[in-house]
């Protein structure tokens, strides 16, 4: 009862405002009124719509953009390969706690056990891979071969070339190890070698021409090896190097004569901690495949030339 009458009240006090005329005895024009509300009403409408769909549409963008970054972070991981994966270690721990867990819980057991069998391939790897490898990412890089190899074989005929040859790996082979380099790969009568260190790739180098200098090789005929170092960052694929520092190595060592070491700038730069090594004259070389003109150095690894 008492609602009945409050609502009778709001319209009575309504139609009074409506009859009351404005200053000047206009009337109120209560049509106006009533357009004016409905039209401020569908402006607030309007914009609330409009400032609903920016924010969509900017939430879209940063939808597509967050899918975008992981694409590419996707699409890196897969041309990397999953070898390649498998050759860091936050791969081979990847793969050790995947292989594991899956392993663990019995979810697709022959995924989990090719992991594992990843995993145990990577990790037989790893010591190899790391030990050639400096802080910094870099590997120091030789090559090696016997210069006039293919008249040396028609010399000596292919019996005698052979066991040349296997004496020529022994000792190379030997101070490969002993300066804890890894032998990348051969092929015929030519090394490809990884050392950690600088130092150490000089020493080797410095032995082998030696070794081979004061050995039966030395005998005429006598066997002459050229030697090629350089050092920067390289690509890894399993248990082979790749990249422009690679080849820049390789044709350090074709510019070699045979019984001589040659080394790159990058070498010599980094070559302080080499105790006792010295340089001949330094000369300006064009490397086949690089652009520009390469300065390299010759070592004097002879004893003689130690004390002059």
């Known amino acids: 009862m008492a609602r009945r009458i409050g609502l009778r009240r709001v319209d009575t006090l309504l139609a009074i405002w409506l009859r009351t005329p404005l200053p000047g005895g206009r009337a109120v024009d209560w049509h106006s009124i009533v357009f004016i509300v409905v039209a401020g009403i569908a402006v607030v409408v309007l914009v609330t719509l409009t400032l609903v769909r920016r924010r969509r549409a900017r939430r879209r963008a940063l939808e597509a953009r967050r899918r975008e970054r992981e694409t590419r972070r996707l699409s890196a991981i897969e041309a990397t390969g999953v070898l390649g994966l498998a050759a860091t270690i936050e791969g081979v721990r990847l793969a ?14 022959v995924v989990a056990g090719s992991l594992r069998r990843l995993a145990d391939l990577a990790e037989t790897d790893r010591p190899a891979l790391e030990g050639v490898t400096a802080a910094d990412g870099t590997v120091t890089l030789m090559f090696s071969d016997i210069e006039g190899s293919t008249a040396l074989n028609e010399r000596l005929g292919d019996e005698a070339w052979l066991g040349l040859l296997k004496e020529h790996d022994a000792i190379v082979r030997r101070e ?13 009568d030519s090394f490809m070698v990884a050392f950690k260190a600088v130092p150490a790739a000089l020493s080797c180098a410095i032995e082998i021409q030696r070794a081979l200098a004061q050995g039966q090789l030395a005998k005429d005929p006598p066997v002459r ?8 960052e390289v690509t890894r694929q399993g248990r082979d190097l790749f990249g422009l520092n690679v080849a820049f190595a390789a044709r350090v060592a074709d510019e070699a004569a045979g019984g001589e070491i040659l080394v790159s700038s990058a070498v010599k730069n980094l070559a302080a901690q080499a105790d006792g090594v010295r340089y001949g004259k330094k000369r300006r070389v064009r490397l086949k495949g690089i652009s ?6 010759p070592i004097r690894w002879q004893v ?5």
Do not use: M
């Not at 090896?225 to 920067?232: A, F, K, Q, W, Y």
């Not at 520009?292 to 150095?297: I, Q």
């Open 96 to 109: 050790v706690r995947v292989g594991t867990e899956l392993g663990r819980r019995g979810l697709a057991p």
């Open 304 to 308: 003689s030339d130690q004390g002059s």
């Open 225 to 232: 090896v050229r030697i090629g170092l350089h050092t920067g």
């Open 176 to 188: 490969v190890r002993a300066q804890r380099g890894e032998v990348v790969k051969t092929q015929g």
């Open 292 to 297: 520009e003109a390469e300065t390299v150095y």
